[in-house]
């Protein structure tokens, strides 16, 4: 699937969507702050939005979160609303890859890579989630919650700090209005 072709209109509309092919998935921003108690999905506002713009690009909406399109199927993957459940189970069926993708927030792109990591994260892919959390804020404090007594949490606990930093970075270049997205647009 061509996930930076799909990110372009979502790009184009109030959204910003960024291509993580390693899952395979597209990260879609949704709030520049977090709490620790934040539900972390993309609520009923944007999964309209996000269904209005793919509709005027060419994509069907086949089911409330299936979206058929021009390069392949998008996923909205239903999630609990139980703070504390990790959105691992949500997403098992989309692994496989091929012509589809999730939609999902940068916390749960975060969470989906370190667990996927057997072994630890190469040097590609931190910087991957380190350029994502540039562009787009996650909810650290959630993914180390859902992380906790997994093969994952070392990892995170690892580059927590990294990420922390790059993600501040990104955020005061927001708030001066000197921030430079390299989005697809």
């Given at each position: 699937?061509?996930?930076?072709?799909?990110?372009?209109?979502l790009n184009r509309s109030r959204l910003s969507?960024?291509?993580?092919?390693?899952?395979?998935?597209?990260?879609?921003?949704?709030?520049?702050?977090?709490?620790?108690?934040?539900?972390?999905?993309?609520?009923?506002?944007?999964?309209?939005?996000?269904?209005?713009?793919?509709?005027?690009?060419?994509?069907?909406?086949?089911?409330?979160?299936?979206?058929?399109?021009?390069?392949?199927?998008?996923?909205?993957?239903?999630?609990?609303?139980?703070l504390s459940e990790d959105p691992g189970h949500?997403?098992?069926?989309?692994?496989?890859?091929?012509?589809?993708?999730?939609?999902?927030?940068?916390?749960?792109?975060?969470?989906?890579?370190?667990?996927?990591?057997?072994?630890?994260?190469?040097?590609?892919?931190?910087?991957?989630?380190?350029?994502?959390?540039?562009?787009?804020?996650?909810?650290?404090?959630?993914?180390?919650?859902?992380?906790?007594?997994?093969?994952?949490?070392?990892?995170?606990?690892?580059?927590?700090?990294?990420?922390?930093?790059?993600?501040?970075?990104?955020r005061l270049l927001r708030e001066q209005h000197?921030?430079?997205?390299?989005?697809?647009?």
């Amino acid at each position: 699937m061509d996930l930076v072709e799909a990110c372009r209109p979502l790009n184009r509309s109030r959204l910003s969507a960024a291509p993580c092919a390693w899952i395979p998935a597209i990260s879609i921003f949704v709030d520049e702050r977090y709490d620790r108690s934040d539900v972390d999905v993309l609520g009923p506002q944007q999964r309209q939005h996000i269904a209005r713009v793919l509709g005027r690009h060419g994509w069907r909406q086949l089911t409330g979160g299936v979206f058929a399109g021009p390069h392949g199927r998008l996923v909205l993957p239903r999630l609990t609303p139980n703070l504390s459940e990790d959105p691992g189970h949500a997403f098992a069926a989309l692994r496989g890859g091929g012509r589809q993708a999730a939609l999902a927030t940068p916390t749960q792109v975060i969470f989906l890579t370190l667990t996927a990591a057997v072994g630890g994260l190469d040097a590609e892919r931190e910087n991957d989630l380190l350029d994502l959390v540039h562009e787009q804020p996650a909810n650290l404090d959630k993914v180390a919650e859902w992380l906790r007594r997994s093969s994952g949490e070392g990892e995170f606990d690892r580059i927590r700090v990294r990420l922390a930093a790059r993600q501040e970075e990104g955020r005061l270049l927001r708030e001066q209005h000197a921030f430079r997205s390299r989005l697809p647009a």
